[in-house]
């Protein structure tokens, strides 16, 4: 049965209560001074203790009594409790001399562990020592359990599963809810595949895993490795944040036992991750997706395609908006202005316009910049094929050119979850609108849906034949990974493919590229960042997989005018994409006829 | 009697006799009056079809027009004799266009063949064999 994360973390802890009842008790504190063997505190085998690194050179004794045989377990909880102390262990016999040692290289997280069976009957000491460049004073506490550790059972994990024999059964779609035990545990698991495929392997890491990082140059890490019977297939190590995620695909060329292994690095008791396998995530057309770069603002939301080409994202943070170049080279467009994250958009003389610090703004070519008219802030941004500027605020606000409020659309109660998240124009100059959930056409004030796409639309891209690229949060998978993904509808709101696309985490922003001389082509960027909640400054700037593109974007309308020639004269006035796009666009059918003309028009509202 | 009487009476008797001889032949009934323009009307099965693309053949084929202004309509002359139309919006059994004729001419020089047809989502109907054009003239 699957659990959530706080099932699991109640189950983890539940264990751990179970199996050492003393567990529960109020620890002892430790008594100063109690620096030396001659002042050592006193702790007994099954019991707990407590204290502090209370500076740089302080120094804890604990003694304890233990007969030939006996096992001496110490498990220091530090920093898993996000106490600043690294803590480190000697540990002493009868004689005097040193019988272990553990500076919290990674068997618990960063906190030590002994596992000792006692040679001699007699005392044991026991010196806790927090490192030097770490915390010290009230956040550096620790506990110490001299008690046994074992890895727990956590939902759907079954330890002990380190070896292919001993692998648990993967199955696609069901998640497992795992703890990477203590001291580097490999946790291996089996994935039956039937036939050949693409399987995407998805490690979550949960909301409680928050590890204090004491160097960052250091983060805990997770790995996944994938094997078939004779070879690796994949790898791959990735930086753990809280409510982070990592993602490998690997061929299944033939059918068979695929293995994998999961684990994190430093391994712990409060590491827990969801596994989940799946054959169809990475099947969209548009897989994989390309890196363009990983230099971008991190809470940037939007792109902007210049008439030359390059792309303009927001960084608010920095008040400024970058340039990027296709192939990933990126300057500051414009630097001191108040930006939000939400709205950049070109007009077609090639003025960038940006909302930002409570200013609409228009930028020209050349980075100069004047403020239009006042705004709040805005949600999205669109230039109308009049040259009009449409904002998506609180409602739906329309400026002219100069910067004059023409008309104010107050939306949210017609909107599901209050308020506008997008707007774009389509190629025959309709202006679509989406909230949370749905794209709506928006004419003379009047809402329509479209289409509908779980949960949480960023943006939107229409192609020049009318269809849709969605990008979309998706649903949580497992504990806190998402199934961000780009889908694409027709122009009536079918679904055609989702997913088209996967982004690493949460495509936030998508735009179709241009060639250099402006005309639109089949590049259709987006941009990955999770919304800032999630490995900060490491947004990603990307693409879908080049080649993946039918039908360009951009405002590139094919006139109804040019379209009814057509019929007229087939074969003599439209390209054989131009006719292709409209009947993708149209009827779908497979060929151009009087059927793509009429769903042409309609859409362009010329008919009543 | 005098040579005058002679000459008046049998002038009189001829004159008698002609009233007296059967009728000749009727003149031939005037020409029909000649065609000037064509209408041209959808007969079909549906009352909701979308739009129609029809292909007209015949001499001295002139300016052409649609019968409803509120559909969209594009026609033209592939041909000296070939006229290529295209109506779109609510399209019904009714007279589609009037086609005007450069010369007088007659319906029977006349034909009209319906290369497709649509439902009003755009979707091309399986089976045209239902559709016909009537044409008629003035």
Not at chain 1, 147 to 164: D, F, G, K, L, M
Not at chain 1, 450 to 469: K, M, N
Request: glycine content about 10%.
């Amino acid at each position: 049965m699957l659990r959530t994360p706080l099932a699991a973390s109640l189950c983890l802890l539940a264990s751990l209560s179970g199996a050492a009842p003393l567990f529960s008790q109020d620890p002892i504190p430790e008594s100063e001074p109690n620096d030396s063997i001659a002042t050592a505190d006193t702790a007994v085998l099954g019991g707990r203790v407590s204290g502090h690194s209370d500076a740089a050179n302080d120094v804890d004794y604990w003694v304890l009594e233990a007969r030939a045989g006996d096992t001496i377990y110490v498990d220091v909880d530090a920093s898993e409790f996000h106490s600043t102390m690294v803590p480190g262990l000697l540990l002493t016999g009868p004689d005097g001399a040193s019988v272990w040692r553990d500076y919290g290289d990674g068997w618990d997280g960063e906190d030590p562990y002994i596992e000792y069976v006692a040679r001699k009957s007699g005392a044991y000491y026991l010196r806790i020592t927090g490192k030097t460049e770490a915390g010290h004073g009230a956040s550096a506490f620790y506990t110490i359990n001299f008690r046994r550790a074992r890895c727990p059972v956590v939902s759907s994990e079954h330890e002990p599963n380190n070896t292919r024999a001993t692998a648990r059964a993967l199955a696609l779609q069901s998640p497992v809810n795992a703890v990477s035990c203590p001291n580097g545990d490999a946790d291996l698991y089996v994935v039956d595949v039937t036939h050949p495929s693409r399987i995407n392997v998805e490690m979550f890491t949960p909301e409680q895993w928050q590890p204090v990082l004491h160097d960052p140059r250091y983060p805990p890490v997770s790995s996944l490795r994938v094997y078939s019977d004779t070879a690796l297939l994949a790898s791959k190590d990735w930086p753990m944040a809280q409510k982070d995620s990592m993602r490998l695909g690997f061929d299944a060329d033939k059918p068979g036992s695929y293995y994998v292994i999961a684990r994190t690095s430093p391994g712990g008791f409060r590491f827990t991750y969801t596994l989940r396998a799946s054959e169809t995530l990475y099947h969209g057309p548009g897989d994989p997706v390309v890196t363009i770069t990983d230099n971008v603002g991190p809470y940037s939301r939007d792109i902007a395609v210049s008439t030359t080409g390059d792309l303009y994202v927001p960084d608010g943070p920095g008040q400024r908006i970058l340039k990027v170049t296709p192939t990933g080279v990126v300057t500051e467009f414009v630097t001191g202005i108040g930006v939000v994250q939400d709205a950049l958009a070109f007009d077609a003389a090639g003025n960038l316009y940006a909302v930002g610090g409570g200013s609409l703004y228009r930028i020209t070519p050349d980075g100069h910049y004047t403020v239009l008219a006042h705004v709040l802030t805005a949600w999205g941004l669109a230039i109308g094929p009049d040259g009009s500027i449409w904002v998506a605020e609180s409602g739906l606000l329309r400026y002219s050119p100069t910067g004059r409020l023409l008309t104010s659309s107050g939306l949210s109660s017609g909107t599901a979850l209050g308020g506008i998240r997008a707007v774009a124009f389509s190629p025959t100059g309709q202006l679509y609108v989406a909230d949370d959930a749905t794209i709506y056409r928006f004419t003379d004030g009047r809402l329509e849906a479209v289409l509908h796409d779980e949960p949480w639309i960023h943006r939107f891209a229409i192609d020049s034949a009318g269809r849709f690229y969605v990008s979309s949060e998706g649903f949580p998978i497992g504990a806190y990974g998402r199934e961000g993904r780009i889908d694409l509808f027709a122009a009536d709101g079918t679904v055609l493919q989702s997913p088209f696309a996967r982004t690493p985490v949460m495509p936030t922003a998508l735009a179709f590229g241009r060639n250099s001389d402006g005309t639109p082509n089949r590049r259709l960027f987006f941009i990955d960042g999770h919304l800032g909640e999630v490995r900060p400054g490491l947004a990603t700037l990307g693409e879908v997989k080049p080649g993946s593109i039918d039908i360009p974007g951009g405002r590139d309308p094919i006139a109804s005018e040019r379209a009814m020639r057509e019929l007229l004269h087939p074969g003599s006035v439209l390209t054989p994409e131009e006719r292709a796009a409209l009947d993708a666009s149209g009827n779908r059918n497979g060929r151009y006829d009087i059927g793509d003309v009429r769903l042409l028009l309609t859409r362009a509202g010329a008919l009543p | 009697m005098t040579r005058f009487a002679r000459l008046t009476a049998v002038t009189a008797l001829i004159a008698a006799c002609t009233d007296s001889l059967p009728s000749p032949l009727p003149p031939p009934p005037p020409p029909p009056p000649a065609l000037t323009s064509l209408t041209l009307t959808l007969r079909g099965p549906a009352s909701d079809d979308g739009a129609l693309l029809l292909e007209f053949k015949g001499p001295r084929l002139g300016t052409v027009s649609p019968a409803d202004s509120t559909s969209a309509f594009s026609s033209e002359m592939i041909s000296d004799s070939v006229l290529r139309v295209a109506i779109i919006g609510n399209v019904s059994n009714a007279a589609l266009l009037r086609v005007a004729l450069t010369s007088p001419g007659n319906v029977s020089a006349y034909q009209a063949t319906i290369l497709e047809v649509t439902d009003r989502a755009g979707q091309l109907r399986g089976s045209l064999t239902a559709y016909s054009i009537q044409i008629t003239g003035q």
